[in-house]
């Protein structure tokens, strides 16, 4: 429809009821305007993504898992919404904590920084973590997990995040507080952007000080993410923040056809939420729509939503408004299929470089 027409729907004089369900307050936002329409819209973008049986990657920028949001990805994962994850290596640090039952509190943001640093207390934003008991107690599992064990040949991070789950699974002390844990129980690839850029890596130089040899097939990765495109009948992301994750998930498309020249044409269905200015150029607040301009989706006009608002408020939304009317989907398992869809589209470009 030509949006300079007087057309559309009739905005509704809004009547809440005591006996709401989710749906229907996501149908009030979506009935709405600004930004509550686009985050009914996002709701109901993500239910069709499921509908349609799409390939859904969910990247996650931020410290999301230390407000405890690692729960609602787990949910995700279990209930087959979520197929792959792009995210931080804080989030996946931090994620661990629950699982081995490792104190994270409430806190407060405006303190004196001086004083919790002499109490030994770590701060994000007005969450505590504790120097101690938690952050050191965590260092020491992450450098027992990849230490003389770890294998010295060429690895990916969604094998580290494998391996992770692996261990936590077998060993902690609430396995089940932990997306990670669920992602290797589930084969849901877990890809972390830039793990050089968290205290994971942190934990890698104490080994790599004796000699111990880490190496990242970081271009393994970026084809493995590719290929989950190429293999997809659709394809979708879900993007809660911006930064490294929402490019790392979205350069897949680049990747088969600019260099690989494979004409894919990238993401069927993007949901963006966002804080992020469009305005300064940076990638966190790029527009989806700019992205088809670098053939990061295939269509500018369609399949899209952002949702200018923090994900802390707008995520469990979206994810409850799933959760509550889509039937459960199958998990397609594509961290034991990453060899096969890796060689699928070797092959296809050996055939035809």
């Known amino acids: 429809m030509d949006p300079h027409e007087f057309h559309g729907k009739d905005i509704p004089h809004i009547k809440l009821d005591p006996n709401m369900t989710i749906e229907d307050l996501v149908e009030v936002y979506a009935s709405t305007g600004y930004n ?22 969910l990247t996650v920028s931020g410290a999301m898992t230390p407000v405890g949001f690692g729960g609602i ?6 209930r087959g919404f979520v197929d792959w994850i792009i995210t931080t290596g804080a989030n996946v640090y931090h994620e661990d904590h629950f699982a081995w039952g490792l104190p994270v509190k409430q806190g407060s943001f405006d303190v004196d920084d001086m004083k919790l640093y002499e109490n ?6 007005d969450v505590y973590i504790k120097f101690n008991e938690t952050l050191e107690a965590e260092d020491q599992l992450i450098q027992n997990m990849f230490g003389d064990d770890f294998p010295d040949k060429p690895f990916t991070t969604a094998e580290f995040c494998n391996l992770m789950g692996k261990i936590s699974k077998e060993k902690s002390k609430h396995p089940e507080k932990s997306f990670v844990t669920s992602a290797y129980e589930y084969d849901v690839p877990v890809y972390i952007s830039t793990i050089k ?3 994971l890596a942190l934990n890698l130089a104490v080994h790599r000080l004796k000699d111990k040899i880490y190496n990242l097939d970081f271009v393994r990765e970026i084809i493995e993410q590719a290929a989950i495109l190429y293999d997809s009948k659709k394809s979708g992301i879900l993007e809660l923040g911006g930064g490294v994750p929402k490019n790392t998930a979205q350069q897949t498309g680049p990747l088969l056809d600019q260099i690989l020249k494979r004409a894919d044409g990238g993401q069927d269905y993007i949901i963006q939420i966002t804080d992020a ?9 790029a527009t989806l729509q700019e992205g088809k301009s670098w053939g990061k989706v295939q269509d500018a006009h369609n399949g899209m939503v952002t949702v200018y608002a923090d994900a802390t408020i707008a995520f469990p939304i979206l994810a409850l408004y799933v959760l509550s009317n889509q039937k459960k989907r199958v998990p397609k398992r594509l961290y034991k299929k990453l060899d096969k869809l890796y060689e699928k589209l070797r092959e296809d470009y050996s055939k035809n470089p």
């Not at 686009?38 to 859904?56: F, P, R, S, V």
């Not at 200015?277 to 607040?285: E, Q, Y």
């Open 197 to 199: 850029d968290s205290s």
């Open 73 to 78: 990805i787990k949910t995700l994962i279990e």
């Open 36 to 57: 509550g329409r686009q985050l009914g819209d996002a709701a109901k973008l993500y239910a069709q993504m499921i509908e349609e049986d799409a390939t859904i990657c």
């Open 120 to 125: 030994e207390i770590v701060r994000i934003r």
């Open 277 to 285: 200015r469009p305005d300064t150029g940076g990638l966190s607040g």
